[in-house]
Each structure stands twice: as C-alpha cells, then as structure tokens.
C-alpha cells in the first residue's frame, strides 16, 4: 500500500453560538481537510484547524505545509514502513504541528485499513464511548449561568468553564454557574494563560474557600511560564493542568520532571499527532499522572481521531471533545457517533470516516 498523492481543501462550518475564551472568539470551525491516496484505492481522512492564538497555525500555513513539506517527504513510501513515515514527517519541517497532526491521523486511518482493525482496538480497545464535557463561552455570569444550565438540562454533567479574563468578575461566573446547575455537576475551569500565578493562586483558594467543588483548573498561567505553573499547583488544593504550556513530548518530559502539573492536556493538534499523543500519554502514565484529551474547534474527522486514541488507552480519564455538539451542522460523513455529550466509536477500519455529506 503505497502513498501516491495528497489532496487539501477547506472546510468552514458555523457554530451554534460563538466561542469565546481568554484568547480569542470565533463563530465557525474552519479546517483544512486532507486525503491521503495509496496505490491500492484507499484514502486516508485528516484534519487540522488554524488555531492561530495557540498553535501560531494558519489555514494558508497549514496547506503550505502539507502540499510543500510534508506530502513530498512520504509519496511513495509504503504504510508497512510506519515508523519511518513516522520519523519523515516530523522530520520534514519545524513546528507546524497542526498540518502534521492531520497527515499523522491521515496516515493511521491507512493504517488501520491496510490492516483492517478500527484505531481504538490498536491503541488497546480500553472502551468504546466517552462522555465529553462542554465548553461554557465567557461571556457576563448571567448568560454563562443560562448557558451552564441548558447544557446541564441537554443530558451534559460536565461544564468547562472558560474564564481568565478579570479575576473577580471569574469568581462571580463560577458563583453563579454553581448556583444555576447544583452541587452534583462537575465543573472544570480554564483560564486559557489569563492569570499571573499569584493572582490565579489567590483566586483558586477563594474559590476553594467558597466549597465551589472546582475538580481542575486548566492553565491558569502563560504557556511559557513553567515555574508560574509550578507555583500554583504547588499552592492550591485543586487539581492543576496543563493545556498550552504542552505541546510536544519534550514538553511534557519538562513537565512531568519538575511535577508543575497534575494532570497533562493533550491535544493531537499541540503535540502533532497521534504518534505523538501516544508518547506522551506513556510518559504520564508512567509518572502516575492521568491525561485529558482535548480538542480545538475543529471537525468532526479530528474529534474522531482523538476520540479512537481516548479510547483506546485507560490513561485518559477525561475527554474534552465537544466540538461536533457545538457545530451548527455536521458536514462529515462517518466518525466518531455524537449524541449529546455521549460520543461512540465506529466499528469500521481505521477512522470510520467516509467522506464529506
Ligand atoms: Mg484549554
């Protein structure tokens, strides 16, 4: 099975609401779509988002590095040689991990269809469906309360709420998000780097102090600043974990050494791939630290990726994968089964992923 040529086209989607955190706000998901071709009639499916804020990725950066840099490195080769597809992509060009994390899934969806076994049940079939959490927009506290409480009565028992923008007016969003859905519901909070460690440290211990029942806070400082990150996870009760500050499996390393984060937040579009993913997940789970995998907004064909890794390995404990549910439509035919927060995997080889509707 050997890879002949490669195909990129845009894809944009609009959202139900905007998405609004720390960084950025958005009202569609734009990816760019890829196809992978063998000489054999298969094609493998990936994607990537430009999430710019965040991973510096562009749609024109993107398909410049899949049609320039990437693509080039690894026509001709064949599925059989993984590895050194693996070592040619990473290999091929610096950063850009969003275009090598859509060539990466693309790649293990020939993968599993050279060898006819869906991806969950060759990173270890630990399950078969996962219950996502949902993003809660910042926005004032009232409509994130009114936000909070329609998800809660739409069958979701977790909320990821998005603060970081002004301390205070944070404490009062959780307030009152905590008074609108009650105690049972379980509540995350990312502050997307918004805070310096001090004040994210004396704002997590006043809400501690208030019994808000916070079960993680997600990079509560710069993704540069490791020791801020440290500094608070040292100084808090509540669990801290780190979304930004990781993108590669050196990163993680660093954090995992000098223990600045609880719990990683691993994302196919951060670290590259699921080849990546893997390594990471591998050295946390060595370390006794448990993963969440986490997704941008993005389509459905790298929620599907994510969702075959998440359940595969019982080291990820959360999902946060809401982005098919916050779709205003899904384009994609085929993946990963979306029904509210519950998300099911295909049984079909490799991704399960048919094409565009
Ligand atoms: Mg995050």
Aim: include cysteine.
């Amino acid at each position: 099975m050997k890879i002949t040529h490669v195909e990129t086209m845009g894809l944009i989607t609009p959202l139900k609401k905007p998405f609004k955190t720390a960084l950025r706000q958005t009202s569609v998901s734009e990816s760019i779509i890829v196809k992978i071709y063998t000489d054999d009639g298969q094609v493998g499916f990936g994607s990537a988002p430009p999430t710019a804020v965040i991973t510096g990725d562009t749609m024109d950066s993107i398909k410049s590095a899949i049609v320039d840099f990437i693509s080039p490195a690894i026509i001709g080769m064949d599925i059989e040689e993984f590895e050194p597809i693996m070592e040619r992509l990473h290999r091929s060009i610096h950063r850009n991990s969003s275009a090598k994390a859509a060539m990466d899934m693309a790649l293990y969806d020939l993968y599993g269809k050279h060898f006819k076994i869906p991806l969950y049940k060759l990173f270890g079939g630990a399950r078969k469906e996962l219950e996502s959490d949902i993003t809660v927009s910042v926005n004032s506290p009232e409509e994130m309360a009114w936000d909070a409480k329609a998800y809660i009565n739409r069958g979701y028992t977790t909320l990821k709420t998005k603060v970081g923008l002004d301390s205070q007016l944070d404490i009062m969003r959780v307030k009152m998000i905590r008074e609108a859905v009650g105690k049972d519901i379980k509540l995350r909070l990312d502050a997307n780097q918004g805070w310096i460690a001090k004040e994210a440290v004396r704002t997590i211990r006043t809400l501690e102090d208030m019994g808000m029942n916070i079960e993680i806070v997600e990079q509560p400082v710069k993704a540069h600043d490791l020791e801020g990150l440290k500094y608070v996870t040292d100084h808090v009760d509540t669990p801290i974990m780190a979304d930004e500050s990781l993108f590669s499996p050196t990163d993680a390393f660093n954090i995992l050494k000098h223990r600045a984060a609880d719990i990683l937040n691993i994302k196919l579009m951060k670290c590259g791939g699921l080849h990546n993913a893997l390594k990471i997940n591998a050295m946390a789970e060595s370390c006794g630290v448990e993963c969440m995998l986490g997704s941008m907004i993005e389509s459905k064909i790298g929620i599907t990726a994510a969702a075959h890794l998440a359940c595969g390995k019982l080291n990820f404990t959360r999902v946060d994968l809401d982005a098919v549910d916050l779709m205003a439509e899904d384009p994609i035919d085929g993946g990963v089964i979306v029904t509210g927060s519950r998300h099911a995997i295909p049984e079909s080889y490799g991704l399960g992923i048919n094409g565009l509707k």
